[in-house]
């Protein structure tokens, strides 16, 4: 990729002198030229939302609308929003330092969890930016906004950095803490305007309105200079061919990584699950030994980590002493982490937009860096092998979320009547009148608000005893997390959220920590503690993990009638079940499997939305080959559809779930025999509970889907089925007739798909 010169602006004529002369003693004598139209849009009181690539200048943006507004009214306050604790912090000391030199008396002040009581304190009476998360304005701030009141009643700016990351639920929760924030800075009696920061999303103007329900101006074209990149993507070579199978794509990208840190490049490694990343990290450590390279060296930086350590990690990067950092999607955000050479990405994170977050890492003194690809086996991964134009000309997917979602509606609605009564003429972001009503009729029923009758309406007033806010997660299934406390030392040494404690800390578990190996001695359950003593194996563990999909209520059906055979297609309302059943013990370099354990844990349960189309016993039954290797041909099938869903709709594979079920709950799972209504059906449905369209999406594109995944599989190099279509063929070649390929292909001739062209 080519270097990209910079387009500057001069400096815009209504600057405060005081903030000009602070811009230019760090040698800014110009604006960028997508600053300048920010700072324009925004003194002109309109919503702006900048979209511009990672290291742009971004934090000018919204900084210097907020620098002017302090000038001109020592009043004025203004609230920052960032998605991780570590990204306040980061941002906090660039700003004071910034209103520090621009001679303005006023302080910014981060209020989090870490925050003491006094700075908490000095926070609500005396601080004119606040810079904190959404879960502690929603949980922190909110419920007790009378003690904001001096920041509420003169709030003019709103500032939501990182927008691409409020996808999903995330995502659907912040609209609906932006309806409550609102509402209470009406109360007030404010109306600030807000200033939204992202990354490369496909739908930047319409994500940023549907998160503060108005109109939103945007800003997109990028003024920051970029140096030349190169991109490559190295797909493993096969060592396997019967099977598809390649070389690890982690012990690649570790063997290339090496390359680049004895050369003396700065490098940041990406891996897509905490346990990868640690797994890189013992493999970095353990090669770079021999060439005498110091372990302090090659750091990993993830979730889990406490604070401490992450700020430690962030220092050093800063300061030039790492040579190497492991990292999950942590690191995808703008901390300032100094100058890097080389990114590598080891597996496709399942977005573009993910993707090249991570690869803007790299690159940003104008020299030229490196972007690397390593594909994994996965589907999707070998799809953008094939494809690898796509990296740079494919669309960025779209950020979708659903705040109308009934059950996140209600929940922030219960926050919002206990923040302030609702009026007979209130309004709640852009939720339609009639539906509010519902809303709340619908909560006076259950007796937890009270409505008084007035000439004009009902008056809704909080009539529970309970804190509503403290029982609404904004990410997870679960406001706690688990502490993980080291026997040996008797300490605090990470935390791991619910849903990851059930297949990294079950007991026996091989739970690894900054290149250190601990096993689980003891989970206990109820208190969230996990209990672990420093080992050293050579092995480590992953879960296994059976799912099971119950239709709860059908919304919509259809029969897909494309040839002899008519399926049965349907959206609606399923339960889904998800068990740890067991571990593998995988050995380390060589990724063996040396053992498996059971594990006792509950089963996780939520309810989301789903689409699925079924297959009659009849036609099953009809089909020459034995029933068992007809299922299991429907598996690879819906393997297959799993992978062109997920590319057609531009989303990470992983919010789209997948599985072989049966539509009646009553019957056993597939394979284990037949009988009346017994029918396999393939379910493809929404990962975040609720659900957020996906489902009803893939419902509306059924047949396309259809023809999509046949034309994948036909496509596709491999004889008898790959990891890059439908998955391995297991059969060994025992059953010749049995070749998953050619059934699966058999399959949908049978029910009258072609392939689209």
């Not at 920590?513 to 969230?528: K, M, S």
Request: include cysteine.
């Amino acid at each position: 990729m080519e270097p990209r010169e910079a387009r500057l602006s001069p400096m815009p004529d209504g600057l405060c002198p005081k903030v000009v002369e602070a811009l230019r003693s760090r040698g800014i004598d110009s604006l960028y030229g997508h600053q300048a139209q920010a700072f324009e849009l925004a003194s002109q009181g309109k919503h702006v939302v900048v979209a511009t690539p990672t290291a742009s200048g971004k934090s000018l943006c919204y900084n210097l609308p907020i620098l002017q507004a302090l000038a001109s009214d020592p009043n004025a306050t203004a609230l920052y929003l960032f998605p991780t604790k570590a990204l306040s912090r980061d941002q906090e000391e660039a700003l004071r330092a910034l209103l520090h030199d621009s001679g303005l008396g006023i302080g910014a002040i981060t209020y989090d969890g870490d925050t003491p009581v006094d700075a908490r304190r000095a926070a609500r009476q005396r601080a004119g930016v606040l810079l904190t998360n959404p879960d502690m304005l929603h949980a922190g701030v909110m419920p007790h906004h009378t003690a904001w009141a001096r920041l509420l009643a003169n709030l003019k700016y709103v500032v939501v950095d990182e927008l691409h990351t409020y996808r999903g639920v995330f995502g659907s929760h912040l609209a609906n803490v932006m309806r409550r924030l609102l509402r209470i800075a009406r109360f007030h009696g404010s109306s600030p305007t807000f200033l939204f920061a992202s990354a490369t999303i496909g739908n930047p103007q319409a994500h940023a309105s549907r998160i503060c329900g108005e109109r939103v101006e945007l800003v997109d074209e990028s003024g920051a200079p970029a140096g030349p990149r190169q991109v490559l993507v190295y797909n493993p070579p096969v060592v396997n061919a019967e099977l598809g199978i390649r070389q690890s794509y982690i012990k690649t990208a570790v063997r290339l990584t090496q390359d680049l840190v004895q050369a003396g490049v700065p490098t940041l490694v990406f891996g897509n699950s905490r346990n990868g990343v640690e797994v890189m990290l013992k493999y970095l450590r353990d090669r770079l030994a021999r060439d005498h390279v110091e372990p302090s060296a090659i750091h990993a930086y993830r979730g889990g980590y406490l604070p401490d350590t992450r700020r430690r990690i962030e220092a050093a990067l800063r300061a030039g002493d790492i040579r190497c950092v492991v990292a999950t999607n942590a690191l995808e955000l703008g901390i300032d982490i100094g100058a890097l050479d080389a990114v590598v990405c080891a597996g496709y994170p399942g977005t573009m937009a993910g993707l090249w977050q991570r690869f803007g890492r790299a690159g940003r003194r104008r020299d030229l860096s490196l972007a690397l690809l390593v594909a994994s086996s996965a589907p999707v991964d070998q799809y953008m092998a094939r494809h690898p134009r796509q990296l740079v000309s494919a669309p960025i997917e779209h950020a979708r979320i659903d705040p109308d979602n009934i059950e996140i509606l209600i929940q922030h609605l219960k926050c919002a009547a206990f923040e302030l009564p609702f009026e007979p003429d209130d309004v709640y972001g852009d939720v339609p009148d009639d539906a509010l009503c519902d809303a709340l009729d619908y909560l006076a029923d259950n007796g937890v608000v009270h409505p008084t009758s007035t000439g004009a309406g009902s008056i809704y007033h909080w009539a529970s005893d309970s804190y509503p806010a403290n029982n609404v997660s904004l990410r997870s299934a679960s406001w706690d997390n688990f502490v993980i406390i080291d026997l040996d030392g008797n300490r605090t040494i990470a935390e791991m959220d619910w849903r990851s404690t059930h297949t990294m800390l079950h007991e026996q578990a091989i739970y690894q920590h900054e290149g250190g190996q601990y096993q689980v001695e003891r989970l206990d359950f109820e208190n969230h503690k996990a209990f672990v003593r420093r080992v050293k194996p050579d092995y480590y563990t992953t879960a296994m993990t059976h799912t099971k999909v119950t239709v709860v209520e059908q919304d919509r059906g259809a029969v897909v009638d494309l040839g002899e055979v008519p399926l049965e297609a349907a959206f609606g309302d399923v339960s889904v079940v998800e068990k740890v059943v067991g571990y593998k013990k995988i050995k380390f370099h060589t990724h063996e499997n040396v053992g498996y354990g059971e594990v006792h844990l509950p089963e996780m349960q939520k309810h989301t939305t789903a689409f699925w189309l079924t297959f009659s016993e009849d036609f099953v039954q009809s089909q020459p080959e034995p029933r068992a290797i007809v299922v299991d041909a429907l598996r690879a099938l819906s393997k297959a559809m799993h992978v062109v869903g997920a590319v057609g709709l531009m989303i990470d594979p992983r919010d789209l779930g997948r599985t072989l079920g049966n539509r009646n709950e009553d019957e056993a799972p597939p394979g284990t025999g037949s009988g009346p209504g017994f029918d396999p059906t393939i379910f493809l449905y929404d990962t975040v509970a609720g659900g957020i369209g996906l489902a009803s999406r893939l419902y509306e594109e059924r047949e396309e889907l259809l023809r999509r995944a046949r034309h994948l599989i036909e496509t596709c190099d491999c004889e008898e089925g790959c990891p890059g279509c439908i998955g391995p063929d297991a059969s060994d070649g025992d059953e010749p007739e049995a070749a998953r390929k050619r059934l699966v292909l058999g399959l949908l001739d049978a029910v009258g798909v072609s392939a689209v062209h």
